[in-house]
């Protein structure tokens, strides 16, 4: 079955550094997400991204981060100066049409660390 | 803004027991409702998707119902067994895009 894969699995930083996070989604999915989850905390949306542009985002998702997709393939989030409170699992989903029946598929998740 | 609560937060159990799962929701401007299992240190993996037109959905021993009118699902397990062992958790689908999620019920399930 396909899935979403995330790379890296795990992905340490030092404080002020910029991290890219990587994402590849299932190949005939054209809807794409970020999510993220503090740990022991909810999961919580970022962004929602279709037809190369944002189409959500939430009151977390600021000027710090971005999201790109550079070929037909990939799927990126880009963190800029990254602080401590930004240590989370970050996982990408991707999607047919939303409000179908269609449900979000979720990759494994990236842990990053930030020291 | 959509507000989505799971109890219990912890659950253990006998092997064997069937078991439900609650989660409510405070935005009855629903698209869809999943139901996800995520085991320690990994993804989330997509379980049961009820559309808003729908009751309820079946895949083998699981069973989810959606009741609009009072902001409620259920997730029934069935015969539940130590491989059932996990963290579930429920996300709406409100504005077409974004799911929000409850915090979970962590199950453990005993043989």
């Known amino acids: 079955e396909p899935e979403v894969t995330q790379t890296p699995s795990h992905q340490v930083t030092q404080m002020g550094q910029e991290v890219i996070l990587r994402c590849v989604p299932i190949?005939?999915?054209?809807?794409f997400y970020w999510y993220r989850q503090i740990l022991g905390q909810k999961v919580e949306f970022l962004v929602s991204f279709y037809n190369n542009e944002i189409s959500e985002k939430s009151e977390i998702f600021d000027d710090q981060f971005s999201v790109e997709r550079p070929d037909g393939s990939n799927f990126t989030l880009k963190i800029r100066s990254t602080k401590l409170e930004d240590s989370a699992m970050y996982f990408c989903?991707?999607?047919?049409?939303?409000?179908?029946?269609?449900?979000?598929?979720f990759g494994d998740g990236t842990r990053l660390s930030i020291l | 803004k959509q507000e989505v609560t799971q109890i219990p937060a912890a659950l253990s159990v006998p092997e064997g027991e069937n078991l439900v799962l609650n989660c409510s929701f405070t935005d009855s401007a629903i698209y869809n409702l999943q139901w996800f299992r995520q085991d320690p240190g990994k993804g989330l993996t997509s379980l049961l998707l009820?559309?808003?037109?729908?009751r309820e959905q079946t895949s083998g021993r699981l069973n989810a119902s959606l009741d609009k009118s009072s902001g409620r699902s259920t997730l029934y397990i069935a015969a539940s067994q130590p491989g059932d062992s996990a963290t579930y958790l429920c996300?709406?689908?409100?504005?077409?895009?974004?799911?929000?999620f409850g915090e979970g019920t962590q199950l453990t399930v005993n043989p």
């Open positions: 190949s005939n999915h054209l809807y």
């Open positions: 989903a991707s999607s047919r049409p939303p409000g179908s029946n269609q449900p979000q598929h």
């Open positions: 996300a709406w689908e409100t504005s077409g895009s974004r799911l929000t």
């Open positions: 009820i559309q808003s037109s729908q």
